[in-house]
């Protein structure tokens, strides 16, 4: 893939693009292990992203205010952030592929990753 392709040049097949800009909240894969999850100090979301995308772009740039418009729940205008990119050394120009937030219960603050592409 050419690192300057921008990102809407980039063919998405159908179902791909159909999954992308929505949060989803993580859980155990295994009924059986729900129960696990009741009482944790945090929930996990994820969300795939296209690079340069205007809800990529102000997720990165105003983190906060996009959450709060995305209405995570637990997200407060209080809440601090914390970012991690994973993959940073392959630069900023390839794709983000995945953001995932873990947002703590008792406080709202966040822990968020982008995952860059890594093909």
């Known amino acids: 893939m050419d690192d300057d392709q921008p990102y809407d040049e980039i063919d998405y097949g159908p179902h791909e ?56 729940p637990g997200v407060t205008p209080e809440s601090s952030i914390t970012t991690t990119v994973l993959h940073h050394e392959r630069g900023l120009r390839k794709r983000i592929i995945r953001a995932t937030i873990s947002v703590e219960s008792s406080t709202g603050d966040v822990s968020m990753e982008f995952d860059k592409e890594t093909w």
């Open 17 to 72: 693009a159909a999954t992308f800009n929505t949060w989803v909240e993580l859980g155990a894969r295994n009924p059986d292990d729900q129960g696990v999850l009741e009482f944790a100090p945090m929930t996990r979301y994820t969300k795939k992203l296209k690079s340069s995308s205007p809800e990529a772009e102000a997720l990165i740039h105003g983190p906060l205010q996009a959450l709060l418009e995305d209405r995570i």
